[in-house]
């Protein structure tokens, strides 16, 4: 979606400027050097960022630039449906709490002021470029499905100031989250804290539970699709305790050290917890008092919702970082560049995608196989057009 609801993202940022007046911080452990994990996960989370926006061209619910197929009741909308409802209440949390954990080091590494100026480099750069260039090109690309021109689409967007900044909501959410920690930093002027142990269960579930009600207030005042300057705050509950919780995370070293039967406990709870909206949805349907508007509202399935997505998010994002530590310890063969691209190909994805699913438009075929077709397609592609950016003088050092 082209919004908060849309499943976009990124996190982890490259530390490699010397710090600056770091006299009385201590770097959280392990905060050196990369996590060949981490950067897998990244890398696998970002092309399913693009399969997540190719369900939505082919059936799903949600925001995007060009809509083949509306939402039906058949299986392969259902389907798909049901796999971006499923990606929308993890894979962005995820981004965050990765985004947080490399929050602190990043400011001991580089100082408040290049913490700053490395921020708005890697994350306001290209907002901007996003905004004034791949904005109103990938909508003036969806544009000439509906037979209009693409040069007079593109010229009136920029005429009349028409900008969005699309997927990059998320950096602008990061560039605020980021803005909040630092502002807290500078009020804290005592020694670094002793860092945090590994929450308990008990923490996780009052945690899941707080950031459910939470999600359900703060959705009576902006339900799900209402944005507020292009961030959807109705999601913003647990996006918020997760780049918390990963700030938290940094100094404990949470990612080297995730107890394996916490880890399967929650994985289990999250398999648990998934059928049990979809189920809550179907009958509310046919049970008055379990109706009602699930993006928000005084009403039984808005707060279904609102708590079932932390604890499905929970046991996710527990269970891949387990998992990817476990099978990444270093990255070989493709993994390597896959990684070094995932950030440029999250920014560049919508025109790419947009043109993929253009250019076999008149052919018919199912939901699923278009859905799987041009998702690959559009991955290859953006990896392709990825490494080719890279190799512009300069611009590696910005993504």
């Not at 509906?146 to 009136?156: E, K, L, M, N, T």
């Not at 005592?190 to 703060?218: E, Q, W």
């Not at 059928?275 to 949805?281: A, E, T, Y």
Request: proline share 6%.
């Amino acid at each position: 979606m082209v919004g908060a609801n849309a499943a976009r993202g990124w996190a982890e940022m490259d530390l490699t400027i010397a710090p600056q007046h770091a006299t009385r911080r201590t770097a959280p452990a392990g905060a050196a050097g990369r996590n060949g994990a981490i950067d897998a996960l990244r890398a696998v989370v970002t092309l399913l960022v693009v399969f997540h926006h190719t369900a939505i061209t082919y059936g799903a619910i949600g925001g995007w630039y060009y809509k083949e197929l509306p939402p039906s009741a058949t299986l392969g909308s259902r389907l798909l449906v049901l796999f971006c409802t499923v990606n929308q209440a993890w894979f962005m949390g995820l981004f965050f709490f990765l985004a947080g954990y490399y929050t602190p080091p990043a400011w001991v590494r580089h100082g408040t002021a290049g913490f700053i100026r490395e921020r708005l480099a890697r994350l306001g750069l290209p907002i901007v470029a996003y905004v004034l260039l791949l904005s109103p090109l990938t909508i003036a690309l969806a544009a000439t499905a509906r037979g209009r021109p693409f040069i007079r689409v593109f010229g009136y967007l920029w005429r009349h100031g028409i900008f969005e900044p699309g997927p990059l909501w998320f950096t602008e959410g990061l560039l605020i989250f980021s803005a909040v920690w630092l502002l807290l930093q500078s009020f804290n002027r005592t020694a670094p804290a002793r860092p945090h142990p590994f929450p308990s269960n008990v923490t996780l579930l009052v945690s899941a539970l707080l950031t459910g009600i939470a999600a359900f207030v703060l959705r009576l005042m902006w339900p799900v699709g209402v944005n507020i300057a292009f961030l959807q705050l109705g999601y913003f509950a647990s996006y918020a305790m997760l780049f918390g919780a990963g700030c938290v995370a940094a100094g404990g070293r949470w990612l080297d050290n995730i107890p394996m039967k916490q880890a399967i406990r929650w994985r289990r709870i999250a398999w648990m917890t998934l059928p049990l909206f979809p189920i809550i949805s179907l009958l509310g349907s046919r049970i008055g008092w379990l109706g009602g508007r699930d993006g928000g509202g005084w009403n039984f399935q808005a707060l279904a919702y609102a708590l079932w997505e932390p604890f499905v998010a929970w046991g996710f994002i527990l269970g891949l970082l387990v998992w990817f530590q476990r099978r990444f310890a270093s990255l070989r063969g493709i993994w390597p560049s896959l990684a070094r691209r995932a950030y440029l190909i999250y920014i560049i994805h919508p025109p790419i995608l947009v043109t993929t699913a253009l250019v076999w438009r008149e052919i018919t075929a199912p939901a699923l196989l278009k859905f799987f077709i041009t998702g690959s397609i559009a991955c290859l592609l953006c990896y392709l057009v990825a490494g080719l950016l890279l190799r512009v003088p300069g611009f590696a050092r910005i993504v």
